[in-house]
């Protein structure tokens, strides 16, 4: 173990290697802070990664100490969280016999999102958006503890069995509360293909920037590629900066929309401008794989963005190569590596290092390499044993066990090689038909085409009849398509009752023709032949109406004026004193009244036969384009014959579908007034009459 970088000093006199309490059992790779190990811990039985510290080898004490702090920092930062998505720190710690730090944390085995789309594993674009949308929850809640990670990136997120992913390694986080500021020393923090703006510039972050850098992850899961592609660290930072990601659907069209305006809006430049909340963009991404629009909060009703900052905090832009050194290898070119820690991902096996020279030969001068090997070749070659010739049961055992060896060596290789699942292309293309649908159903339905919209839904029902959506928007487009079958019956219908009035309009039959009209109106109020036909049936009628009354009012004076006084003589008066007195017919006046509570139609009384009352309910107010209608005051009188009459009381709002006639008997005696008072309440639909 001494060539994985434990010191001779961790390894005491007994032969099982510790640090600490832990006991070592192998390497699993080196990471950005040290090398990480394969632990026991005696006292629970329990395996953890152990993440050692690896202080650069020509850093000075100052250095050495302020990566300590860093090393430090970050057991602090990931022991506060506590998420099924976050990798779990369990202990920090230093050995004392070598010194070492270390931390033991969760042990995962798994693949991380870098090795899976580099060996070109199918995800489909439901778990692409599900295993971000894990991401963007727990990223949420460190935000929420006031820890930003500043290094999201596929190699640092781990997905485990049933496609459950964590995010590891906060070994750059930040603790909001903590006032130390260890980057003083103009060191480039993260990794520059997926920083955000404000971390190429220098500025400060908060958890809005990880946002830009999983919107960077989600894009490459989609495409596979990078948005921001370039031969340098200069040519990368400017596109991130300042030029726009191509188009998701340039790059694949089978990807469904929704994604196109989720990563637009984790890429803006602009921090105030993306997703303000990691479950902002978790609820976005279970949107758009639902085949919905994703949801986009207003910035006034957005929750606070959790800003770990400070006042003189400012990152300066450094030009440094990439840190491929840190990257992790696809199980490819090192199958070997499938069971990886939670905090880091391993490299290629670095060769094993010699054991130190002892110390009265540390001045010596070292052999070259090539001169060790060709020595060491030399004096294997010079052996006896080589020399002597094998029994040919010998050889033959000898190269049957080493072909056993071998196919015993394929074997374990192939069974630790992931699965490749299989295509099922009738299922993919079942999948991009069910895409297809959904895209024209949308586009008909947002044009207006009702009738276009329910065939495509109806032909996606079949393909997906257990969708709750699909079956959501059949089910309203059903009811929208009765709504206008019924509405087109009722057209039908007031057509007809229009035009069987017009013809008795033009017939002149006012009487038979005002009912038909009337229905036509109640039935379409927007239709303006019948509102004009109706008025000017109504109107004639009255005109008629009035004619007719006139003349019997005529004739009834000129019966009169005919009438011959008989006197009728009495005992013991004169012929004079019994004379018949002539009959008074002098019209009576009646005024009607009533306070219109709506903007829309119109009043009408019948004295007997004679329309006496046609007034509107409104009137218009204002000025050209401004004019609007209004409620009014009806106040219209009439003359009416004495006698007994009865009078008929209409009362019609089309906009209410209203419709209420009332009749009330009345003996008006001659040269009289009366009074008609009307009270129509439009909440409660009640029409009170009264007369005196």
């Known amino acids: 173990m001494a060539a994985y970088g434990i010191p001779q000093s961790a390894r005491g006199e007994s032969t099982q290697v510790k640090l600490g309490r832990y006991e070592v059992v192998r390497e699993l790779g080196k990471g950005a802070m040290g090398i990480v190990y394969l632990a026991k811990d005696p006292l629970i039985g329990r395996l953890v990664a152990l993440k050692t510290i690896r202080p650069a080898a020509h850093a000075d004490d100052d250095e050495t100490r302020e990566f300590q702090q860093r090393f430090i920092r970050e057991a602090q930062a990931a022991g506060i969280l506590n998420h099924p998505s976050i990798v779990t720190v369990h202990d920090i710690g230093q050995d004392e016999a070598s010194g070492m730090s270390f931390i033991a944390m969760e042990y995962v085995e798994g693949q991380n999102l870098k090795e899976i789309l580099a060996q070109g594993r199918a995800l489909t674009f439901e778990q692409i958006g599900d295993i971000i949308g894990q991401i963007a ?28 992913a964590k995010i590891t390694d906060f070994g750059i986080a930040k603790i909001a509360s903590s006032a130390a500021n260890l980057t003083t020393t103009g060191q480039f923090l993260g990794t520059p293909n997926y920083m955000a703006p404000e971390q190429i510039k220098g500025s400060p972050v908060d958890g809005r920037t990880d946002i830009f850098s999983l919107g960077i992850c989600l894009y490459e899961c989609l495409t596979r590629r990078k948005p921001f592609g370039g031969d340098s660290l200069t040519s990368i930072s400017y596109k991130i900066v300042h030029e726009p990601f191509p188009s998701l659907l340039e790059i694949n069209p089978q990807i469904p929309e929704g994604f196109e305006e989720v990563v637009g809006q984790c890429l803006a430049k602009d921090p105030a401008k993306r997703y303000q909340r990691g479950k902002d963009l978790a609820t976005a991404l279970r949107a758009v794989a639902r085949g919905e629009r994703p949801s986009r909060p207003e910035p006034m009703l957005a929750d606070d963005t959790i800003v770990t900052r400070d006042g003189h905090e400012r990152v300066p832009t450094v030009e440094i190569p990439f840190p491929e050194a840190e990257e992790v290898p696809s199980m490819a070119t090192n199958p070997s590596s499938r069971a990886l820690p939670a905090a880091v991902a391993p490299p290629p096996p670095a060769p094993p290092a010699a054991p130190p020279p002892a110390p009265a030969k540390a001045s010596a001068p070292r052999k070259p390499v090539g001169l060790q090997v060709r020595n060491t070749l030399t004096n294997v070659r010079s052996a006896p044993v080589w020399r002597q010739r094998l029994h040919p049961i010998v050889f033959v055992g000898i190269i049957a066990l080493l072909v056993a060896s071998l196919l015993g060596a394929v074997v374990t290789i192939r069974k630790r090689q992931p699965d490749i699942p299989t295509v099922d292309k009738q299922a993919e293309a079942r999948r991009a038909k069910e895409r297809d649908l959904r895209l024209q159903a949308n586009k008909l339905l947002r044009q207006g085409n009702t009738a276009g919209a329910h065939q495509k839904f109806e032909e996606l029902q079949k393909l997906a009849p257990r969708s709750p959506y699909v079956a959501g928007q059949v089910e309203k487009l059903n009811a929208i398509r009765q709504q206008e079958e019924i509405g087109k019956q009722q057209l039908a ?32 109020p927007n239709s303006e032949e019948a509102a004009t036909y109706l008025k000017n049936a ?47 017919n002098t019209p009576a006046k009646l005024t009607t009244f009533l306070n219109s509570p709506v903007g829309d139609g119109y009043v009408q009384v019948k004295a007997g036969t004679q329309v006496i009352v ?76 009264s007369i005196n």
């Open 137 to 164: 929850d727990a990223l949420d809640f460190a935000h929420s503890k006031g820890i930003v990670h500043r290094d999201v990136k596929p190699a640092n997120i781990i997905l485990i069995e049933g496609n459950r």
């Open 493 to 524: 219908l007031a057509q007809q009752k229009l035009d069987q009035g017009i013809a008795l309009f033009n017939q002149k039959q006012y009487t038979e023709a005002i009912p038909f009209l009337e229905d036509a109106f109640h039935i379409n």
């Open 538 to 584: 109504q109107i004639e009628q009255q005109k008629i109406d009035e004619a007719r009354a006139k003349t019997r009012q005529q004739q009834r004076l000129a019966q009169q004026q005919k009438t011959v006084v008989t006197p009728v003589p009495q005992p013991g008066g004169t012929a004079g004193d019994g004379a018949q007195q002539p009959v008074n």
């Open 614 to 689: 046609h007034e509107n309910l409104w009137e218009e107010r204002g000025r050209a384009i401004f004019r609007r209608k209004v409620p009014r005051v009806v106040t219209a009188s009439s003359e009416v014959l004495p006698g007994d009459t009865e009078i008929d009381i209409w009362i019609v709002v089309p906009s209410m579908n209203f419709n209420n006639h009332r009749t009330v008997s009345h003996r008006f005696q001659p040269g009289a007034s009366n009074r008609l008072v009307i009270v129509f309440d439009a909440k409660g639909r009640k029409v009170d009459v």
